[in-house]
């Protein structure tokens, strides 16, 4: 067991830009000592870097459905990405988040060879890149119906036979909750496997608080005891005012450090 580092914090654009003013919401944001930004759209990059945020990730390819998982999607695939890591290169982007994409009835094993298949297409690239594929799990109950990598032993296996340090996991805490639980064994047991984190308070994936069930100080603190260097994103929906409950997120997993 390691012993604690002081994570980084980010916070993913879509749940808090739609009601705050984008150059607000990044300048308060880098105020409050967030230090990157995901998930924004390519319109404000300059802007986040003006305000010292680092890009942390954006989407490789399109789309969520239609993903890794189908041989017939990989060569578009393949170009989004080489496209997208020639991007993250220029801007010092850490993240690409890729998708295995609906079951639409494909057994996980034939799921699990197409997808590490269709990785090991560019996984060089992004290794040349610096830059690191992270395949979301997602939860396939609630919020993604027929979604593949919706287990981590599935995500965990298509990184075991890609075999690169360019092809990881986003372990996302609301999804994998919803899921399979068992949260702080599951990063203790697998994390060399999770390049990234996302954070939502489960049910209803808002605030960080205490109406909901996910006790965030105790994973902050397992966390930090892998070692992890990298990133916690805070993807939630706000309910109450989105400014006030991203400095809540922020102090209670500042706090937890």
């Given at each position: 067991m390691h012993s604690p580092t002081s994570l980084k914090?980010?916070?993913?654009?879509?749940?808090?830009?739609?009601r705050v003013p984008a150059p607000q919401?990044?300048?308060?944001?880098a105020e409050m000592g967030l230090s990157g930004v995901e998930l924004l759209p390519r319109e404000?990059?300059?802007?986040?870097?003006?305000?010292?945020l680092t890009i942390v990730s954006v989407d490789g390819h399109g789309t969520i459905q239609e993903g890794l998982n189908r041989r017939e999607h990989h060569q578009r695939i393949e170009q989004e990405i080489r496209a997208k890591l020639a991007l993250?290169?220029?801007?010092?982007?850490?993240?690409?988040?890729?998708?295995?994409?609906?079951?639409a009835g494909l057994d996980d094993q034939s799921g699990i060879a197409y997808t590490a298949e269709g990785l090991s297409r560019v996984a060089k690239a992004a290794e040349d890149a610096g830059v690191t594929l992270v395949m979301e799990l997602l939860n396939s109950k609630v919020n993604h119906r027929d979604y593949q990598c919706d287990h981590v032993a599935w995500g965990v296996e298509v990184c075991r036979r890609v075999d690169s340090p360019?092809?990881?996991l986003l372990y996302d805490i609301y999804h994998m909750q919803i899921m399979e639980g068992d949260i702080i064994r599951t990063i203790q047991q697998y994390h060399e496997y999770f390049a990234h984190y996302h954070t939502a308070g489960n049910p209803g994936r808002h605030e960080l608080d205490e109406h909901q069930e996910l006790y965030y100080p105790a994973i902050v603190r397992a966390i930090q005891q892998?070692?992890?260097q990298g990133y916690l994103g805070h993807e939630f929906s706000p309910l109450g005012d989105p400014l006030r409950s991203l400095q809540q997120a922020f102090e209670l997993c500042q706090l937890s450090s």
């Open positions: 914090q980010s916070f993913c654009w879509g749940g808090f830009a739609a919401l990044l300048r308060s944001a404000y990059w300059q802007m986040a870097k003006d305000h010292g993250a290169e220029t801007w010092g982007i850490r993240h690409l988040i890729v998708f295995s994409g609906n079951r360019a092809v990881r892998t070692g992890y």
